[in-house]
């Protein structure tokens, strides 16, 4: 294929570039997958305003969040096993983000530890999850802090894991599993055998440096902490002094205990529809929490972004900033750090596009307006 021109063009890649069970895994939902497909499709069911002859000859995508400027009102959100999809995959990404001035948030279950990513980019944003050893956790956010991390973004719709029909699927060991491996040589080269992907790196401590990847869903199952409710929010907040973000709202009440927790942001999320299938999209969730907030706390929004127009229409639901999932996964896994970095471009590109042809010159001119409502 020729240079990517859009999200589709870099999944098709990613497609003929990752074994079978690693793309299923990146790609995939939970169970039917109805929330994914009415994630992508809520978005792009909303009609932009055009509006002309606004001299929109100066647009200034860049915004402010938790005191810093960035470029774009996009960031990498925390994806999973990222080191599995290029090598060293998280350092790449990261590095990516850092040279387009977007932040990029380190998943708990990176293959890359906070450590390794923070040398060779920058301090990342951390993504924390709840494992049951409370003492472990408070190492982990230690680390953060001692990392300098720009803020903890704590996920909280993750208490059990939801099932994957097409990570089932494409599971399976000794020729199953080869045979993919094998049909991808260039991966298995690159990745698979000088990419060290074997280890999850913030975890070692508690799973050792072999990482359970080969039933990565019961390892979660058997170790994430159910038990975690707001009172273990304030107990972060003790250990944290940046901003804190919780993310997977998809409720407005969950919004307000949120910011009566102390957390400085909520990511309006439903895991990219990879927990309970069947909720809300993100789209729909958005405008009753922005209401229902009326600017206490920011709020971060993802869930089937696949264009710049999708971050404009995001924002025009009322987030104050979008995070990206498997736009940049799939980036990743096409070109490595060049691939998200021209991934960041298109988007970028694209809202320029639309934030001219809806008469918009800055990111704080965007809101409600822009969408007809027919
Ligand atoms: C392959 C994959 C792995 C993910 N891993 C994590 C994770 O480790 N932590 C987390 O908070 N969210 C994780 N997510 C959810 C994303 O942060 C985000 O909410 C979701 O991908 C947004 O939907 P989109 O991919 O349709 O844009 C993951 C998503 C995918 C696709």
Not at 152 to 163: E, F, M, Q, R
Not at 211 to 237: G, M, R, T, Y
Not at 262 to 287: E, K, M, T
Not at 330 to 340: C, H
Request: net charge positive; aromatic share 8%.
């Amino acid at each position: 294929m020729s240079t990517p021109a859009s999200i589709a063009d870099f999944r098709a890649l990613a497609k003929v570039r990752l074994p079978h069970f690693l793309f299923e895994y990146v790609d995939g939902g939970s169970y039917d997958e109805v929330t994914l497909e009415r994630n992508v499709a809520d978005l792009r069911a909303l009609s932009l305003r055009q509006r002309v002859l606004r001299d929109v000859s100066a647009i200034d995508t860049s915004t402010e969040l938790f005191g810093r400027r960035w470029s774009l009102p996009v960031g990498l959100g925390p994806v999973g096993l990222a080191g599995m999809y290029a090598r060293r995959g998280e350092v790449q990404a990261a590095r990516a983000a850092a040279s387009a001035n977007v932040p990029f948030a380190l998943s708990t279950v990176s293959a890359c530890s906070l450590a390794e990513v923070a040398s060779g980019a920058g301090a990342p944003w951390f993504q924390l999850y709840f494992v049951k050893d409370r003492g472990f956790v408070a190492d982990l956010i230690a680390r953060a802090r001692e990392a300098r991390c720009g803020a903890l973004v704590l996920t909280v719709d993750l208490a059990v894991p939801g099932s994957r029909y097409r990570d089932a699927r494409a599971a399976g060991g000794g020729l199953k599993r080869w045979s993919q491996l094998l049909a991808r040589p260039q991966w298995l080269w690159d990745v698979g055998l000088h990419g060290r992907p074997h280890s999850l790196g913030n975890l070692a401590p508690i799973v050792g440096r072999k990482a359970p990847l080969s039933d990565f869903q019961a390892w979660i199952h058997a170790n994430f902490d159910p038990s975690v409710s707001w009172k273990d929010v304030e107990w972060v907040k003790s250990q944290w002094d940046g901003p804190l973000i919780i993310k997977g709202v998809l409720d407005p009440d969950d919004a307000k205990a949120a910011v009566d927790s102390g957390a400085q942001g909520v990511v309006v999320s439903n895991h990219g529809g990879r927990q309970l299938d069947g909720v809300i999209s993100s789209a729909a969730a958005l405008p009753r929490i922005a209401e229902a907030m009326s600017g206490k706390t920011k709020i971060l929004a993802d869930g089937g972004v696949r264009s710049g127009l999708d971050v404009v229409r995001m924002l025009s639901l009322g987030a104050d900033f979008v995070l990206l999932g498997r736009a940049w996964a799939y980036a990743l896994a096409s070109g490595g750090q060049s691939g998200v970095a021209h991934m960041l471009k298109l988007i970028e590109a694209e809202i320029r596009v639309a934030m001219a042809l809806t008469g918009v010159t800055s990111i704080g001119g965007i809101d409600g307006q822009l969408i007809d409502r027919g």
